[in-house]
């Protein structure tokens, strides 16, 4: 079999598609990655499908389908970066676009939506596609999520040391990989309310390099508010998503008579002290970690860097990609990975991190 896999991910950042070609021969090897904007009118729709709505399962049918074609153009583009041929490559890991996610609702078993269209993926790429990676961890009594602490093991852990890894995207979600075990959930809001309000304030998709947040200054009282969310104080395994951190939730905080600067300055400041105080808290038991690797898109926002490196004072913080592996592609990479998981029989889900019942194989297997 091929070690040649791709992994394509769309984020609750909605911002687009990411697309890597690893190689899995020897650890893992970037060969190539191409990136795929999100049109305005899909990204739209994709926010508006994650509440109930008109039409709506017509209308996530279409969605589904054009993001497969998106990805399969981002696949296409990643082949022909790296002079590849379809028939080279193993599997794509495709997570596909989450819209809903409420695991463990009935008698422990909820569902988790990831919207997507591996046949249209396969038979536009020619490529064997492996997709909805949660479920089998839904119905296992798990929370379908965070999937990726299973990826960081393989890639990051140290002999001897306790390692921390923070992907900030539009959900923020830590992994803390020890000797002994390894442990990850959600942490709460990554740059999702930090995009929402630079999109209401400034027409603009995100804040770049944190220069609004960092032009402001952080209010005190709704800084107290946002940590007052009882997600926040629950013990993992837990998972979350647009459904409670949406801009919904942001819609019904007291903002009125705040600046706007001073708004999304206590925003990054949620996300930081969010963060550290998912480290502290899960490092307790096995010690302070030797260090926090970051990736995903919020590391390279160097306001919410810095607030992070402030709010963990000791701990060497660094973006992964001082590792080789650079933050930005890792969750794509991450579903590659899961993907050859998938073909070799192997569990791709870590119960002491999702509460599954148990290590599962993970994903349906789309033939091309």
């Known amino acids: ?15 687009g598609v990411d697309a890597v070609l690893a190689d899995f021969s020897q650890g893992v090897r970037i060969l190539g990655h ?21 039409d709506e399962l017509h209308t996530a049918s279409l969605a ?6 998106i990805y399969a153009q981002a696949v296409k583009d990643v082949l022909h ?10 599997a794509i890991g495709a997570h596909g676009q989450t819209v809903r996610h409420q695991p463990g609702l009935h008698d422990g078993v909820g569902y988790t939506i990831q919207i997507n269209n591996p046949s249209l993926l396969a038979e536009r790429t020619g490529i064997r596609v492996v997709a909805d990676f949660r479920s089998r961890d839904v119905a296992a009594g798990g929370q379908g999520a965070p999937l990726v602490p299973a990826f960081h093991q393989h890639v990051f852990a140290q002999s001897g040391q306790t390692v921390a890894v923070l992907n900030i995207g539009g959900i923020s979600n830590l992994s803390v990989l020890t000797d002994h075990a390894v442990t990850g959930f959600d942490c709460g809001p990554g740059n999702m309310l930090l995009d929402a309000w630079m999109r209401r304030q400034h027409g603009l998709p995100f804040d770049e390099d944190g ?5 402001g200054q952080v209010n005190a009282a709704l800084l107290e508010r946002l940590l007052q969310e009882p997600y926040f104080a629950l013990s993992p395994p837990k998972s979350t998503g647009r459904d409670l951190f949406g801009e919904a ?9 705040i600046a706007a600067a001073d708004v999304q300055a206590t925003f990054s400041q949620l996300t930081a002290i969010s963060l550290a105080q ?32 402030t709010a963990l004072p000791g701990i060497a913080v660094g973006p992964t990609d001082q590792l080789g592996l650079p933050g930005a592609w890792i969750e794509a990479m991450a579903f590659a990975w899961l993907a050859r998981q998938t073909l070799l029989g192997e569990p791709g889900n870590l119960p002491r991190v999702t509460g ?3 290590s599962r194989v993970l994903g349906a297997i789309y033939p091309a």
């Open 1 to 15: 079999m091929s070690t040649l896999y791709i992994g394509v991910m769309s984020g609750t950042s909605l911002d």
């Open 34 to 54: 191409s990136s795929q904007a999100f049109s305005t009118d899909l990204r739209q729709t994709l926010l508006r499908l994650n509440q109930s709505g008109p």
């Open 64 to 69: 589904a389908n054009q993001l497969a074609l």
């Open 81 to 90: 970066g790296c002079g590849c041929q379809p028939t080279e490559i193993a």
């Open 211 to 215: 220069k609004f947040a960092a032009s």
């Open 249 to 257: 939730w942001m819609d019904g905080l007291p903002l009125d008579g």
């Open 278 to 309: 998912s480290v502290l808290r899960d490092c307790s038991a096995s010690g302070k970690p030797h260090s926090v690797w970051l990736c995903g898109g919020g590391a390279r926002n160097r306001d919410l860097v810095r607030r992070i490196e």
């Open 356 to 358: 599954a019942a148990g």
